[in-house]
């Protein structure tokens, strides 16, 4: 590929021009350039209005990586395509390689630009490549909201867009195309450019009022932002009108970066989203609202002025909708003034609205980058991925890409795996003379898990990464993390994660009950009692009411247990039986492991006039301590199963001899939370997997629970032993399949008749 811009220049709305001009809005060139037969793209124009109401571009917001120039005839069928990057020397126009002879006299031509575009450039150089696969094209970034941080993951350019127009006259309202050949030797045709962003940018700013003080002590580290039904696509080039909005929304984690600026009286919270239309739309499902939480120190006050103690509020969400028009739109700024002065909600999935809130819609600043010259050269390192995967291989050297203002080098800063109890596990360098790039894990005098890992960069200012890893052989996703850095000094930090044929992750546990566990208020109405809900109800746990939440002295007035007799069910208040509802706490950040109590609910009763308090208890369970569900991904075959998603029938694993060979290439094991008495029978294990419900402590609700099949129990009896990823989760003899009871491995004769539910882990369910 040429490097046919000599010298780019970015300012924003986007204009390409030099820093070192007298005046900020002017153009500077060196010469017109050009050989008579020349097409010339200036990216600059001195003529172009700047609107009054602005907000300043800088950093991220103002960086091109690169271009691409495609020309398309009016029937839209491409012509040409070329990709440019800043270098050294030249003027502050780009001059394509084409020649103006190379189309027809006279003939108008469509002529894009595109910058910063994540596609393959050979996306754009396929022959059939037209203006209408253009406009089809989308960019996604689920990390937009942070573009330009040193995050993994976060773009560190903004895609852009523009079409060029005849050079002396004003951008037009509508785009059209422009005559690259007038017919005149010895006559460069010169056109202009604006590029613009697809990205919106959003500026919230929260003032404390006269009853809370903001506080950003280190006692309050889970402070942060994130946006609710964040838009994260994009179509390339702008839609013919807004109601075309495809975007995909995603609501990603707190985050407190850079981006989150917090001083004694104001909070500013940045935030950048593509954009998106949810008028007459769900705002649940479709609008775009910053939810933050601020701790802060909130004094209780009265109508006369009086005021309480001063209180610390750990949790304080709030959300706060970020346009009052119901859409963001391309290149443009979102400024939200709102005030707090009572505290949020203390549970995420409910923060307290704000209102009075006060919206302003500015365009982004232009402002002047030099991203090339002679006596100024920039410094820039960009990579075309910051996270990437490499599934059953060990070398890849062609996914990851960079470009660079010098050459590169990268340096392993990280090596590790998680382990059963969810702990990092780092592996190191092992000090082998014979082979240098050997990491391990120290395992007394000694390494386990020992493997080769280079990361190698092509001798270049642009090219690939080659990174070689042994493929992992403890069944454990490894996370190598390394820092690629150039001349400069400017770093950008990568992730890979390499996974074997079969792998297991886990995640944690929370809480356990069965759907069954349905109670009666004393209302009459009926509903799930879990270690949150009391009756369907939320109840806060504390507090008096002046009325029964449940029937007093009703035994099931809230089940949080149940037993088989006479072959069904009968159900209990107080947890024990069969199964009981679990909770686990005392987390061990150490050890990774907790202790897990039963699950119960109580109510106490004051004298005349009766006033009711609820509240949660817990009971003892000897000899538990892990509440992580094991996640075993199998993607190689074996003559010992069938791997395929076992066969369902009324719910439950069908119990035939062909489903008991199959194997899910996904499944979860419910964590010891879903401990059980031993089962009878086959319906009755069936029947419990069914019913179960575990709630993980990230709020994800799993109640999609089965008996295994006969093939998927051996999987388990094989991994489970001296396993880094798996702890010893069938610790019985014998348990039910959906077929009949499966004995451990070199067990003989036994009498054992344990469960361990699981569930085929494809779809994700959420609480939410």
Known sequence: MKQLLHHIVFCCMVVLCFTACDKDDALCVSGS??????????????????????????????????????????????????????????????????????????EAYWVYLIANSTADVSVFETKDFDLGDLKGMV???????????????????FLMDGVAYPKETNEPETVAPVVLNNGTEADNTELQVVLRRAAAKIVVKISKG???????????????????????TTSVVPPVSMDEDYAKLRTPDLFNGDYFDWTPEVITVTAYAYAHVWEDASTLEKEVRLIVNIPMNYTPHNEDGSTGDPQFMESSYYQIPVSAAKKLNRNTCYEVLVT?????????????????????????????????????RPAYLTLNEYEMEMHNMEEDNTTLEFASSSE?????????????????????????????????EQDGWDYKNRCTIKITPDENITGNINIYGD???????????????????ISRPVTVAQYPLTYITNVEGYYSYRDDFVSTASDGTRGVTTWELLAGKEVNKGQQ????????????????????????????????????????????????????????WSESRTRRPYKYTYNTTTGSVNGLNNHRMYHVTITATSDEYTLGRPRITDGKTDPGEDNAVVVSPSFMLASQLGAVMAADNVNMAAEHCERYVEVARDGTVYDDWRLPTRAEIEIIYKYQNDSDVMDEVLAGDRYWSAS????????GQTEDQAIRCIRDAYDKKTGK
């Open 408 to 440: 590169v080098t990268a340096e392993i800063t990280k090596v590790y795996y998680i382990n059963k109890f969810g702990q990092e596990q780092e592996l190191e360098k092992t000090n082998n003379r014979s082979n240098p790039d050997e990491w391990g």
């Open 139 to 157: 960019q996604e970034d689920e990390r937009i909201h942070v573009t330009g941080l040193d995050v993994i993951g976060a773009p560190q350019t």
């Open 210 to 232: 006269q009853y809370v003080e903001f506080d950003n002590s280190p006692a309050a580290s889970n402070a942060g932002y994130y946006l609710r039904n964040m838009p994260y």
């Open 340 to 376: 707090v002065n009572a505290p949020g909600g203390s549970n995420p999935l409910k923060p307290v609205e704000l209102t009075d809130i006060a919206y302003s819609v500015y365009d982004w600043e232009k402002e002047q980058i030099n991203v090339g010259g002679e006596d100024n």
């Open 740 to 747: 009949g009871r499966v004995p451990k491995p070199g067990i």
């Open 545 to 600: 009411y002046s009325s029964e939440q449940v029937p007093y002295d009703e035994s099931t007035a809230w089940i949080c247990g149940c037993s088989w007799n006479r072959n069904r069910w009968s159900y209990s208040k107080n947890g024990t039986g069969f199964f009981g509802s679990k909770i686990a706490q005392k987390f061990n950040s150490e050890t990774g492991l907790c202790t897990i109590y039963y699950a119960r």
């Open 471 to 489: 493929i992992p052989g403890n069944n454990a996703v490894r996370f190598i993390e390394f820092t690629v850095r150039n001349k400069e000094g």
């Open 33 to 106: 350039g050009g050989d008579g037969n020349s097409i010339i793209l200036d990216l600059a124009s001195a003529s172009l209005p700047v609107t009054r109401a602005t907000v300043q571009a800088t950093g991220a917001e103002i960086a091109v990586s690169h271009l691409d120039v495609l020309i398309f005839k009016e029937d839209e069928t491409k012509v040409w395509h070329e990709r440019v990057r800043g270098s050294a020397g030249g003027s502050g126009k780009i001059t394509l390689s084409a020649k103006r002879s190379d189309f027809a006299a006279d």
